[in-house]
Every structure is written in structure tokens, then in C-alpha cells.
């Protein structure tokens, strides 16, 4: 594999030397105090998990595009690297249904090996993540615009099972969801009853299983039951015929591939660059949201940024085995904790049992009917869907329900790239403009009371002299309220003032927008004879101040840390200028 130096890679390394690696795998933590109880429960949860993981694996490699061997292949080194490196006790790795989506995308516009590069990519870019500390700042992404393009990866994985579910032996599908449900509807009427009855029978065994017992897999039951009884009525019935498997895939490989690479270029990285930050974010995404409910359940604390470098181990090594993208499964890991486990040793034994059934019981797969596993799919996608989740929102402010629309309604029609980086824009749009309505100008002029808008009891009343007006911003000075500001400050000037404070003990932070707008404000306020006067200046604030030159421009001593000496200030100033214009 051709490796690229360049510039981005050195300075990023040098960014990351300044702060020490936050890189602690949480297996190393657990086994410092492992015990013989320790292991035995989570052997017992590793087993019971790698049965879960099975057909859920087999399901998404074929739903992505790709062989059941390389869904295996997937959930076995990618669910190894993510218990071993991982930053959660308990999470459990592997491919999940949400990449389905992209992944099949990706594969129908560069092939497997574009999928390779735009996984290893995305790898990357998590372990970036992960070494410049995002692990917590991830989990700042709008909940609507997780729940919009959950919502519509459903959708989508439900559209793509319709064929195999009624069994209408459709090739060629069109990728896009208008175009495929127009050919469904043109065709319904080549379903095929043998694999419908199929179908039906894997949905209510995948269903109703959890009734009888929750530590039953109804996935993997109903593959067993159905896999048998398909096999034995067309061995009994020359009518009844379901595609299987091994049919549409030929004989599966019981081998580990052997390490391949692949070539980058700027071209190809360029290309698949879109791709590959759909992938990271939405790995990062789910993988941070299913350690958050694993936290929640075993009172366990994740370490996200270990957590996010884990998950870009795993993504950086599959690929080289020809595998798909991976995250943490929430249904799997949850799985994991209500059996017992409780370290990442648990996840280690389910990578190691699938292995185990890679290595010996393959050929017995061939026979799984297509339309049983287009069943377990749907069940995914109905749990996926979050609808109850969807209806809360709907009694939320217009602005998240408007996210929310907007990200699902574009994953289903275009694809989810488009959806996050839209969904993204928009809900920075909306949180701005919260922002700015939510944040206050006030002005002040002849007194003026210290504790207001404090939890003080004493109140302090300061008399402002005439010529002197005060103007508080009550939160962040950034580009949107700069703008605000000046253009309220400029209305509510009755006269031209002698001295203008401006009070900003509620400026958490000022970006390079307001440190511009706010010199222009004090050149033109300068040239007009007018002094600025700056009050209750944080030291994270005044320090942005000083790199812009704010203090050499008005001079030091009229950033003040307090009103009450700015008040001074001014009213000392405009008594010295009125008693000049006086004489």
C-alpha cells in the first residue's frame, strides 16, 4: 500500500504531541482485577453473543453488497479490535445496520476496492478524532438529527428486502428509493408463495421468541427452524423452491482471507474522502451512543476518546481483510451486559466463537433461505426506526422537528452523506439563531444597578453621568451577535455620547467576527471623539483581546475588571471633557 506524507499528518502530529494521548484500553483496567467468577460470566455472555451476532452479521454483509463471509470476517477481527482497544467494558463491535447504506453506495460507485480505501479513511479519521480529545464534543450532535437519519437508514433497509421477501426475483435494482419502489409496484405480481410462507414464518418466530424467553436469539432460531423446514419440503416438493444463500453466492470460503492492500492517491483520496467522513462520524455516532447506554446500565465509565481510537483500529484493519465498516452494536452489547458481561473480555470470546463457526460450520449457511434472512433485516429496520421516539419529538419546537424532517426525508430519497452534512448545517443554523435570540443587549444610562442579574442580595446602585451610555451583551460575543449588537447600539444612540462602556461580565468567549467588529466599532467611536471603556472582561476574553491588539487600540487601563471602575472611569472622563467645553 502506498502510503502519502504530507504537511495535514505532520501538523497534526504536532498538534497531539502537545497534550498527552488519551489512550487507556479498558482491557488492560479490567484485567488488573480479574477474577475466576469474572471470567466465567463472560465467557457465558461472549458465547451468547457471538450466536446473536451470527445472523445479524451474515444479514448485513449480504444487505451491504457484499458475501456473508465478509460479514463474518467483519463482526470476527473488527468485534476483536474494538474489545481490545475500546474505551468500554462492555461494547461489543461489529457491522451494524446503519452502514448498510452508505456501504452498499459506495460499492455500486467504486467497487470493493473503493469501499477498502474510504473504510481504512474513515479509520483514520476516528483515530484523529480520538487523539485531538472529540470523543466528548461528538456527543454534542443534535439528538434530532441522530433520530432523522436512524429513521431513514430504516426506511432504506426496509426498502432493500422487499425483493427478497416476496421472493420476486428482481435483479438490477435502482439504488435510488423512488425508482426502486416504482419497479417493486410493477412487479408484485411475480411473488413467489414458497418464499413469502418463508418469510412470514421468520418474522413471527423472530417476534414471539422474546415472549417465551428474552436469552432465546430469534434470529438465530428462526434460521435453524426455517433453514430445516425449507430444506425438507423442496426435498419433499419439487414446487416449492427458495433462494438460498449458497445459490446466490456459491459455496462459502471457510479460510481467513489473507492481507491485502490497496493503493491511495490524492485523486481516490479526494474522491472518497465524502464517504469516508460519513462513515467516521456515523461510527463515532452510534459507537459513543451505544457506550452512553452501556454506561447508564452497568454504571461503568467510557472513555470516549479511547473509545473513538479503538473503533478507528478496528476500521483501519478490516479493510485489509476485505471487510466492512465497523461501530458498536447497542442491541449487542446491551445483549452482552443482560448475560453477564462485564469486561472486554466477553467481547474478545465473541469474536473468537464466530470464528470458531467460520472455521467448521460454513457450508451448513449455504442453505439459508434469502427470504429468512430478509426477515431478520426488517426486524432490525422496525428497531431502528425509533417511531415512538419520532412521535415524542413531534412535541418538540418546530426548529428540531424541522431537523429532524429534513435529515430523514433526505437519507431516504438522496443518500446519507447528504443527510448529515445538510442535517449538520441546519442544526448549527437553528442553534445560531437560538443563540442570538436568546442573548440580550441592554442599555443603561443615568444609574445603573451592579447586582442586577445576579444572585446578589445587596443591590448597588452606581449614577452614570450625562454623556456616558453602557451597553451589556449578556452571552457570546461571536459573529452573529456582533453584527446584532452594532446594529443595536447605533439605534439606541439618542446623542453622540462622551464615553461608551461596554459591559461584558456574561461574554463567555469572543470569536475573530466580534474582535473585528468590536475594533471597527472603537476606530469609529475614536475618530468621533468618543472613548470605549470596557468592563467585566473574563481573563479568557481579555486574553483574546490582547492577541487581537483590542488593549493597545484604547489602552490597557480601559479593560476593567469590574463596572464599578469603569463607571469611574467614565464619569471622570466626562466630567474632565464637559468642563473643557465649558470654558
Known amino acids: 500500500m502506498a502510503l502519502l506524507n504530507n504537511q495535514g499528518a505532520t501538523s497534526a502530529a504536532k498538534a ?56 463474518l470476517i467483519t463482526a470476527i477481527i473488527g468485534g476483536f479490535m474494538v474489545s481490545f482497544f475500546g474505551g468500554n467494558t462492555v461494547q461489543i463491535g461489529g457491522p451494524t445496520g446503519a452502514f448498510i447504506v452508505i456501504v452498499y453506495n459506495i460499492i455500486a460507485q467504486f467497487g470493493l476496492h473503493g469501499l477498502a480505501i474510504a473504510t481504512f479513511m474513515a479509520g483514520v479519521i476516528l483515530v484523529l478524532m480520538g487523539l485531538f480529545r472529540l470523543g466528548t464534543i461528538i456527543k454534542f450532535i443534535p439528538y434530532p438529527i441522530v433520530v432523522g437519519f436512524t429513521a431513514g437508514i430504516a426506511v432504506t433497509i426496509f426498502s432493500t428486502q422487499i425483493n427478497d421477501f416476496f421472493g420476486l426475483g428482481l435483479s438490477d435494482i435502482p439504488g435510488q428509493f423512488i425508482p426502486k419502489w416504482g419497479m417493486y409496484f410493477t412487479n408484485f405480481d411475480r411473488i413467489s408463495l414458497p418464499a413469502l410462507c418463508t418469510s412470514v414464518v421468520s418474522l413471527l418466530i423472530i417476534t414471539l421468541t422474546p415472549r417465551i424467553s428474552k436469552r432465546l436469539p430469534g434470529a438465530l432460531l428462526a434460521i435453524i427452524i426455517v433453514t430445516a423446514a425449507a430444506w425438507i419440503m423442496s426435498t419433499c416438493f419439487s414446487w416449492f423452491h427458495v433462494e438460498t444463500i449458497g445459490e446466490r453466492f456459491g459455496t462459502m470460503a471457510t479460510d481467513i482471507p489473507a492481507p491485502h492492500g490497496f493503493t491511495l492517491n490524492m485523486a481516490t483520496i479526494n474522491m472518497l474522502l465524502p464517504s469516508a467522513f460519513t462513515i467516521a462520524v456515523l461510527g463515532a455516532i452510534e ?45 449487542r452489547t446491551m445483549t452482552n451486559i443482560t448475560n453477564g458481561g462485564r469486561t472486554p473480555v466477553a467481547g474478545i470470546v465473541h469474536a473468537l466463537v464466530l470464528l470458531l463457526i467460520f472455521l467448521f460450520a460454513m457450508p451448513l449457511i449455504n442453505y439459508v433461505p434469502l427470504a429468512c434472512l430478509a426477515a431478520v433485516l426488517m ?21 428540531d422537528i424541522s431537523v429532524l424532517l429534513v435529515t430523514f426525508f433526505l437519507t431516504v430519497i438522496f443518500d446519507l452523506t447528504i443527510a448529515i452534512e445538510i442535517g449538520l448545517l441546519l442544526a448549527v443554523v437553528l442553534f445560531m439563531r437560538r443563540v442570538m435570540e436568546n442573548t440580550e443587549i441592554k442599555v443603561y444610562s443615568e444609574q445603573l444597578d451592579v447586582a442586577e442579574g445576579t444572585d446578589l442580595s445587596q443591590h448597588e446602585v452606581l449614577n452614570v453621568n450625562p454623556g456616558v451610555s453602557v451597553y451589556e451583551i449578556d452571552g457570546p460575543f461571536f ?19 462622551i464615553v461608551r462602556i461596554i459591559r461584558m461580565r456574561k461574554v463567555s468567549f469572543i470569536d ?11 476606530k469609529s467611536s475614536q475618530s468621533e471623539g468618543i472613548h470605549v471603556v470596557l468592563s467585566g472582561v473574563k481573563t479568557s476574553v481579555r486574553t483574546s483581546l490582547e ?37
Open 479 to 497: 459573529f452573529g451577535i456582533a453584527t446584532k449588537f452594532d446594529e443595536l447600539m447605533r439605534s439606541a444612540m439618542k446623542e453622540k455620547p
Open 547 to 583: 492577541h487581537a491588539g483590542i488593549d493597545r487600540l484604547i489602552g490597557a487601563d480601559h479593560i476593567c475588571d469590574h463596572i464599578t471602575k469603569a463607571v469611574k472611569m467614565a464619569n471622570l472622563i466626562a466630567a474632565e471633557t464637559n468642563a473643557k467645553a465649558r470654558k
Open 512 to 522: 475573530a467576527t466580534g474582535l473585528h467588529n468590536l475594533e471597527i466599532l472603537i
Open 287 to 331: 459507537s459513543l451512543l451505544s457506550a452512553t447506554v452501556a454506561d447508564g446500565v452497568t454504571g461503568s465509565r467510557t472513555n470516549s476518546n479511547t473509545e473513538l481510537i479503538g473503533q478507528g483500529i478496528a476500521n483501519i484493519t478490516v479493510p485489509f481483510f476485505g471487510g466492512i465498516p465497523v461501530t458498536g452494536a447497542i442491541a
Open 16 to 71: 497531539v504531541a502537545g497534550k498527552a494521548i488519551d489512550f487507556h484500553p479498558k482491557l488492560f483496567s479490567s484485567i488488573r482485577s480479574y477474577s475466576a467468577e469474572k471470567f466465567k460470566a463472560d465467557v457465558i455472555a461472549g458465547i451468547v453473543v457471538g450466536i446473536v451476532a451470527l445472523p445479524l452479521a451474515i444479514a448485513f454483509g449480504i444487505a451491504s453488497g457484499v458475501s456473508p463471509t465478509i460479514g
Open 379 to 399: 426486524v432490525v429496520a422496525y428497531n431502528m426506526s425509533g417511531w415512538r421516539t419520532i412521535v415524542g419529538i413531534f412535541h418538540s419546537p418546530k426548529s
